[in-house]
């Protein structure tokens, strides 16, 4: 039976440390796509929403699904609007502000995900509306807009403001 020093088995067992912290760090160096990572345009959709579409590559043998976070900062303006399409002379209205975030479990396929997730307007949660009037979306913005892989603790942040107005009252 063959003995080996106690220098030579600590060695060995950092080798082997080494290696396979090594071949997994190769394995999963997550990151998005540069190129494939955008706002879809025109920015801000008919609905109001934002929606980003994105890659992300180097995930290795990442175990499905990866779980990622939308996130940014909205101000949106209601206002109230007749059955017939008009705005009263002296319309009531109301802006809401709030952080928005928007979550999805996505499968990645030979190590990529590509997808595109959806977030906001903020709902109106003040503005009643008299009679046969009713609220509409008048315009949003979008800032601090945000995709993150939350399992790799990696995000994308887009510069800028993205902002849209369906009515000028």
């Avoid at 995709?147 to 993205?162: E, Q």
């Amino acid at each position: 039976m063959r003995t080996y020093s106690k220098a030579a088995v600590v060695a060995i067992v950092a080798l082997a440390t080494l290696l396979v912290g090594a071949s997994s760090a190769l394995a999963d160096s997550a990151k998005f796509d540069r190129r494939n990572t955008f706002v879809v345009p025109p920015g801000v959709q008919d609905n109001g929403s934002l929606s980003v579409h994105f890659r992300e590559t180097g995930l290795g043998n990442t175990p499905n699904p990866v779980a990622y976070t939308l996130s940014a900062d909205a101000d949106a303006v209601y206002a109230c609007q007749n059955n017939g399409g008009n705005f009263p002379s002296d319309p009531k209205k109301t802006a809401v502000s709030a952080h928005l975030e928007t979550n999805a479990s996505l499968n990645a396929e030979n190590g990529n995900v590509e997808a595109t997730l959806s977030i906001g307007p903020p709902p109106n949660t003040a503005l009643t509306c008299p009679g046969s009037q009713h609220a509409v979306l008048v315009s949003v913005s979008y800032e601090n807009v945000q995709i993150c892989d939350t399992d790799h603790d990696v995000c994308f942040s887009f510069a800028g403001t993205f902002s849209r107005t369906f009515f000028m009252i």
